[in-house]
């Protein structure tokens, strides 16, 4: 062979291995990018799947919830959560998304509140009921109109009276596991794309019941139709107990605006999410709290709420709980919501 016709070959053996190399790297490349859709298409997949098998998840409604089997559960949450009260259904979504009010109950002690204050959150002070409180009605058939003591159902606790003292609200620990539990829930809600109002963003804020329910309305105007979906409180038990449950609804509730199902839709959003918050965080799912039926926020309420009782604040075990997976439990209120506004 001589030297020109070894040169040719080298040089095709060259030109030969840069364009096999060429042709490696192309097909490199291409096999990557066909795995690449392949595996989108199976994320895709699962995710349809995944989206497909959520409705099959909801709890069977006729699963009894446990007994407590702890008068002193409910004797507690007597105590402590007179405060709340009421509301009647409107699904409407202004802008096309629902309206979901977040009520983290209690909040600023009324002992560390001026009497500005207090007036500016719609409490009233009334010499002869003793002090500063709120009325537990509104006349009947009305919104917004207080009762004064006549013309609504007077449901009230035993011994107790359409006058509420809104010392009675005052809580040390709670209000602070409230808001853990409402800002988790909110978020998740948003992400979920609802529209959700708080009725108070810190521990330093406790709005009387009237004005509470007020975010069931746009920009807080009751003259006009509520616009919110549902009302949901958030609370913690304490007293004697372990677990997780919601307080009924029961009789008679007058305030203008409240569907005919009222009563009923709200214990059904109350037993969904309590479910929901039981299954997500492992506190006990107990029967729902009765005997409570007065709670201001059902007679005040214009659209159907569901009132939570989420763990005993003053139980060790619930407590750490409650520290730990307040993230759980948002997560579980804000899919209790989605779940009963679709079911
Ligand atoms: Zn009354
Ligand atoms: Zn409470």
Redesign the pocket.
Known sequence: MNDNKLNLILKLSVIYLIVALILCVFAIFYTQSLKNDAEQKRLQNEIQVAQMQMPELKEPQATAAPQNGNGAEEAI?LS??K?TGNSSAALTSPGGRKVIVLDA??GKSSSAMSADEKRAEGYEYNESRGGWGEWRHYKNGTFGEECHGSGCTETAPSGGSCWYPMGN?D?SN?PQI?LNNTLAAKKYLEQMGYEVRLTRTSNEQNPSMSKRVSYCFPNNDATQQPDAAMYVCL???AGGGRGTSYVALEGAYRQSYIASDYVAESNRAGDVINRKVAAASGLRQNSPIGNESYLILFNKSPVPIAYL?IGFFDDSSDLSILNSSYDAIGKAVAEGVDEYLNS
């Open positions: 949450a402590g959560d405060i109950g209690h609200g809580r709670e409230n609370h913690s038990n009782e």
